[in-house]
């Protein structure tokens, strides 16, 4: 019988407390998500932890506001130091840093947009406090009776997850590696501390190559010194020769470029040295993320100035942590000031969720093998099936050759595939008996109309729609993640949903 299935609204995937995605099973059930329609929000026991407030932490806000008699909202942060940052976000809304029972947070008044703007800043920022660390205050405070059972790895947790990091993205030693509470963090970090080098040398310009993740695209808009001039979008990840343009127009001011290796939702792969060669020129650094293939499959380290990257993808494959990790190049000219402006910044990991972490990253080159086997077979499957227009991965010809150039071995594919239709999204992703939810690299194959979860605000508008289209984002496109499943099974179930 087969391990695929239709998942009920809300079901947490995986069905573990702390998982990091939840089932959306229909497209109407992504629209009421983003629409914040109760009737969906009021089913969904979890979500991608950045987006949707964990129960924990949701409790935690309730007993912190009871416990001092405060009626404003609360926002449980990961330290004293994340709670400050966001008090430092948050004029013009009033706000104050409060502590209870070792958990520290932020009190902003109880209206929409003050909610929001805090939300938004935790969001970019990874700076949300941890779903253990708030299970463990629970269990402190007397409100749950025991933290769930899980297998942790709690001796030399660290150092165990930093040897498979160092291991697979090429750095010098583990003592190279810096954990962050999440991958978000990571990116977060390695921008505020590459630009704090770079402004005081007058140079605040940054630009994004490539369409990028949301947060990502966040970070840059927003906390750029002055987002209308320092903010430059490029799109196209292969026209080199405009990117040479956009450091002439802007010599001497450029801090730096932010890339991912391949993007999201396209897997596009830039020429990478060469754009490497273009920043080390010109004084720029350099930041890669591989998250969406892999450290595992690929060696970016060399042609960066700091690599960072999300562990919750394939390194936690059972899917119930988040956590990152940021790499210096050695060779970086920025190297020596960069780790110590990084480890002044970046949020370390609970000690549970490394511990937990620790006890899943020793099998992520499995994992990925697993999964490097059978994308091939999944992209036959979409390529050659008259309902789909276009499949995108790592191999599409448009990219392969870049891809290859960094790839560790031809069949180093990771498990991303986007594809569009010919036919109608809905009744596809509807049909599809794939688990659908955020997130990806897990042993859990995940689908998402993802332009609808990503962009709604794009995707619901004609210039938003006119936008996506321009950078070659068709706004009906599913993103597949492969996971561990048996291939034959992913491959039924695309052709039963495509019909």
């Not at 929000?41 to 932890?49: A, C, Q, T």
């Not at 002044?344 to 099998?363: F, G, H, K, T």
């Not at 990771?414 to 599809?432: E, I």
């Amino acid at each position: 019988m087969s391990v695929l299935r239709h998942r009920p609204l809300g079901e947490r995937i995986p069905d573990l407390p702390h998982a990091v995605s939840c089932s959306l099973p229909t497209l109407d059930d992504v629209i009421g998500y983003e629409e914040r329609r109760p009737a969906v929000i009021d089913r969904m026991s979890s979500g991608y932890p950045r987006f949707v407030k964990h129960p924990f932490l949701r409790q935690v806000a309730v007993h912190v506001r009871r416990q001092l008699g405060v009626e404003d909202h609360f926002w449980p942060c990961a330290s004293p130091a994340a709670a400050e940052a966001l008090l430092a976000w948050m004029p013009p809304y009033p706000a104050r840093i409060a502590t209870h029972g070792g958990v520290t947070g932020v009190f902003v008044p109880n209206e929409d947009t003050a909610f929001r703007h805090a939300k938004t800043f935790l969001q970019h920022a990874g700076l949300f406090l941890s779903s253990r660390e708030a299970e463990d205050y629970l269990v402190r405070e007397g409100v749950l009776p025991r933290t769930d059972r899980e297998t942790l790895v709690a001796s030399a947790a660290g150092e165990s997850v930093r040897n498979v990091v160092a291991r697979l993205s090429g750095a010098a030693s583990p003592d190279e590696v810096l954990l962050a509470n999440c991958g978000m963090n990571a990116v977060y970090s390695a921008f505020k501390a590459v630009d704090a080098l770079q402004r005081s040398q007058g140079r605040t310009v940054w630009i994004q190559l490539g369409w990028l993740y949301l947060d990502t695209i966040a970070i840059l808009q927003k906390f750029c010194g002055t987002p209308s001039r320092d903010y430059v979008m490029h799109g196209n990840v292969f026209d080199l020769d405009g990117l040479r343009a956009l450091f002439s127009a802007h010599a001497g001011r450029i801090a730096g470029v932010i890339t991912e290796i391949p993007t999201n939702p396209l897997i596009q792969t830039c020429n990478l040295p060469a754009v490497a060669e273009l920043c080390r020129r010109e004084g720029a650094a350099l930041i890669a993320d591989p998250t969406i293939n892999c450290v595992a499959n690929l060696q970016v380290l060399p042609h960066c100035d700091v690599l960072v990257t999300s562990l919750t993808k394939y390194f936690a494959a059972e899917g119930d942590v988040i956590a990152g990790a940021l790499v210096v190049n050695p060779d970086s000219p920025f190297a020596p000031r960069l780790r110590d402006e990084l480890k002044r910044r970046v949020e370390p990991l609970y000690p549970r969720d490394l511990a937990r972490l620790a006890a899943q990253a020793p099998q992520v080159e499995e994992v990925v093998r697993t999964i490097n086997a059978s994308t091939p077979a999944i992209v036959e499957t979409l390529s050659t099936h008259p309902a789909v227009d276009e499949v995108f991965w790592a191999h599409h010809p448009s990219s392969r050759s870049n891809y290859v150039a960094l790839s560790r071995s031809e069949q180093a594919v990771g498990s991303m595939v986007t594809f569009t239709l010919r036919t109608d999204l809905a009744r596809v992703y509807d049909r599809l008996k794939i688990a659908k939810g955020p997130s990806f690299g897990m042993h859990t194959s995940l689908a998402c109309p993802f332009m609808y979860l990503a962009h709604y605000d794009l995707v619901t508008t004609n210039d938003g729609r006119s936008q996506l289209e321009s950078f070659g984002l068709n706004p009906e496109l599913i993103r597949l993640s492969v996971g561990t499943e048996p291939t034959s099974e992913l491959c039924e179930a695309l052709r039963e949903a495509l019909g």
